[in-house]
């Protein structure tokens, strides 16, 4: 039977993540309508120390690929069946970890009325630990009714707070992330909001996007965004510790990046220290946090935005490895101690299952597209400008402005910059020529990048694929990607690779 996930629209108050306990009896999960909050899971008795001994070697021969001993030596006191549910709920949560950032407005409660037989829940005599089979099937029921806005925010813990605390998840929010995910055409799209966007918050006035979870939590964080958006609904948000992140990213045993250029900063003052070579390498904890929050001179927020949706992807490529596995017990620590979100374990499950299913291409990531004030007294203030986005505004936040058109302009009309990725410098000139053939009038070249790709690259850093799809027809070649990583100051980035001829 499959169980789509409903939302409600009722408010509900910030809660740290719950321990996720499947074994537990239907009335003892509550939705509290009236008054905004979630009645907590409580668990379940455990079977007998026989039992549970049984229930392990029957787990670990049904996986077949863990070793029969590991569950002994890595000295786990929690059942296997929860670590699998554990290890899903950690790769959801993480697709928006640096990127990083964001607070729900309008949440989302299920609101589903099922049967001890539908929930896969025995009577308290009758309690058993799901097989990882039987835990996926059970996964597979559930499913996202419509579609869903979640809020992330990367947060920089207050100084002198406990970490886990309430205080310590009441700072500034160092980055901010919109995640969409659209069950009718199976999409995810991550929109990234700089931390420096110019907004309005009641009662005091204009003032950065990173200083709204500081004055009011999630709650008012999420309020102000969707007020900048249109009103658009932000059903559930997740707050995550930024000294979380640098110790996730230690117990993965680091993430391989790619770094466009050194990166050198030093400030006596908090005794802060930047010192990243260029190229590819593996980033450490405290040098991964460097990677995404170095400043450039006179670029404001823009050039981190880009690094940090360049991290998600390598996050999301780590999580993938065998040797994630036997850090798990590791990793759920992690996540209960340094993520505060108000996502309800049929939720998780749902977003689970919709991940699984998700792909490549369906996976999408783009900028809130703005412009730096000249006349402003802050240079790095951010501020929107929203024309010709009504496209943008749809598919990433699920909104229609009236009056707001989409931009409908010919790709040969489009900014397009010319990037050389191939070691190939006369390739440069080569592409050029043949654009200018096709019609095309507004390129411009901007330095190569400094790593040689095979495969030449189309990116599309407006948030829509169509001008990308078109212009692949055009020239016969490419890869298209969905993403802010293209030069700044294009409508999409031809990124040359040796498959040019």
Do not use: C
């Not at 500081?214 to 000294?243: E, F």
């Not at 900028?367 to 007294?377: C, D, E, H, V």
């Not at 990308?468 to 700044?488: F, N, P, R, T, Y």
Request: charged share 20%.
């Amino acid at each position: 039977m499959i169980k789509q996930v409903q939302f409600s629209e009722n408010q509900v108050a910030p809660q740290q993540i719950p321990e996720l306990n499947l074994d537990v009896g239907p009335h003892e999960i509550q939705l509290a309508e009236n008054s905004g909050t979630l009645e907590p899971v409580t668990a379940s008795e455990l079977e007998t120390s026989q039992q549970l001994a049984n229930t392990h070697r029957s787990v670990v021969e049904s996986v077949g690929a863990i070793p029969n001993e590991l569950y002994e030596r890595l000295g786990l006191t929690m059942p296997r069946w929860l670590l699998w549910i554990l290890t899903v709920v950690v790769g959801i949560v993480l697709s928006g970890l640096l990127v990083s950032t964001l607070a729900l407005w309008t949440p989302l409660w299920s609101n589903l009325d099922r049967t001890d037989e539908e929930l896969g829940f025995a009577g308290k005599d009758e309690q058993k630990m799901p097989l990882p089979g039987e835990l996926w099937s059970k996964i597979s029921q559930y499913q996202l009714s419509r579609p869903m806005n979640i809020l992330i925010m990367g947060i920089e813990p207050v100084r002198g707070s406990i970490d886990g605390s309430a205080e310590s998840f009441a700072g500034k929010s160092d980055s901010m992330l919109l995640v969409r995910l659209n069950p009718s055409d199976k999409s995810m799209r991550v929109l990234s909001i700089p931390r420096d966007t110019m907004i309005a918050i009641p009662e005091k006035g204009l003032t950065k996007v990173s200083d709204a979870n500081a004055q009011g939590g999630p709650v008012l964080a999420a309020r102000v965004v969707s007020r900048t958006l249109n009103n658009a609904p932000i059903d559930r948000y997740i707050r995550i510790s930024t000294s979380g992140f640098r110790e996730l990213v230690d117990q993965l045993g680091g993430v391989e990046v790619f770094v466009p250029k050194s990166m050198e900063y030093q400030d006596s003052s908090s005794r802060q220290s930047i010192n990243l070579v260029s190229g590819w390498q593996t980033l450490n904890g405290e040098q991964a946090a460097q990677f995404a929050r170095f400043r450039e001179p006179g670029q404001g927020d823009l050039p981190r935005v880009q690094r940090q949706q360049a991290l998600v992807a390598a996050l999301l490529q780590r999580l993938n490895s065998p040797t994630v596995l036997p850090r798990l017990p590791q990793l759920t620590r992690i996540m209960r101690k340094y993520f505060d979100t108000n996502l309800k374990i049929e939720e998780m499950m749902a977003l689970v299952n919709f991940s699984s299913n998700l792909e490549r291409d369906n996976f999408q990531m783009t900028m809130l597209p703005g412009t730096f004030s000249r006349f402003s007294q802050d240079p790095n203030s951010y501020w929107l400008n929203m024309t010709g986005q009504q496209s943008l505004l749809n598919n990433y936040v699920g909104v229609d402005v009236p009056g707001l058109k989409q931009d409908s302009r010919p790709v040969s009309n489009l900014k397009i910059a010319i990037q050389n990725a191939s070691n190939q410098p006369q390739l440069t000139e080569k592409v050029i020529a043949y654009l200018k053939q096709k019609g095309f009038k507004n390129i411009y070249t901007v330095p190569d990048w400094p790593d040689t790709q095979r495969q030449t690259q189309i990116i599309l850093r407006k948030g829509n694929r169509q001008p990308g799809i078109e212009l692949q027809k055009i020239i016969g070649l490419g890869q298209l990607e969905v993403a802010a990583s293209g030069d700044l100051e294009s409508d999409l980035t031809i990124r040359i690779g040796k498959d040019w001829k």
